[in-house]
């Protein structure tokens, strides 16, 4: 049983430009949260997913949207890059009320 | 969301010696999960406390839930090189939305 994967590993962007990340959750969970990780720090809850639909939003700007396809798969997109984008992006799948699954992360740096 | 404050910031401890990291809450929480992130890695999930005055066991690691449901401590006996990375706590923010705290970041000397 394959855990949270993401995609990609690494990338790197310039400013202005626009970055889609995506996330698979762990098999049987509907779940999907995004988080930023800044060097350093503890992760900063972006927003969540469940049944296609953003559930829960962090204090992040417009330029952070997502999106659910019906397999519980999710995409991150961030428009318009700032190099303070330049983070480790985790995505997290869970069932309901317990601890959550994070996947190996994406860390974009942004130039 | 309230934030959980955790201390201290950094530990460094020789092989063998206890480590032992607090995280507090200004609010009572429903629960408080720890997690452990090795460098370079990813949050891992290690245990979920619900109970006052919760005491739950993983090998080396314990895990407390204070009685008024606002403070939590996670202490390791006799620390391995294994142990190495940053421990985090964090509590619910609404549906599977955890907040963390800054973390306790962990360097074991052999």
């Known amino acids: 049983d394959a855990g949270v994967t993401q995609s990609p590993t690494h990338l790197i962007k310039t400013r202005g430009q626009q970055v889609t990340l995506r996330c698979s959750p762990k098999s049987g969970h509907d779940t999907v949260s995004w988080y930023q990780q800044a060097l350093g720090q503890g992760p900063q809850f972006i927003f969540q997913y469940y049944e296609e639909e953003e559930r829960q939003r962090g204090n992040f700007p417009d330029r952070f949207s997502g999106h659910q396809f019906p397999n519980y798969s999710s995409e991150l997109n961030v428009n318009a890059l700032l190099l303070g984008d330049s983070a480790l992006y985790l995505c997290?799948?869970?069932?309901?009320?317990?601890?959550?699954?994070f996947g190996p992360g994406t860390r974009l740096t942004v130039l | 969301g309230q934030q959980v404050m955790q201390i201290p910031q950094y530990q460094h401890v020789q092989e063998g010696e206890d480590f032992t990291t607090y995280c507090n809450s200004s609010t009572t929480l429903s629960n408080i999960q720890w997690y452990k992130q090795r460098p370079g890695g990813h949050p891992v999930f290690l245990i979920q406390l619900v109970k006052s005055g919760e005491v739950k066991k993983q090998k080396r690691l314990t895990f407390q839930f204070g009685e008024a449901k606002k403070n939590s401590s996670l202490h390791i006996t006799a620390t391995q090189t294994t142990d190495v990375g940053t421990y985090f706590c964090?509590?619910?923010?609404?549906?599977?939305?955890?907040?963390f705290g800054a973390g306790t970041r962990l360097a074991v000397h052999p």
């Open positions: 997290a799948s869970s069932p309901r009320d317990s601890g959550q699954f």
């Open positions: 964090a509590r619910p923010g609404g549906y599977n939305k955890l907040i």
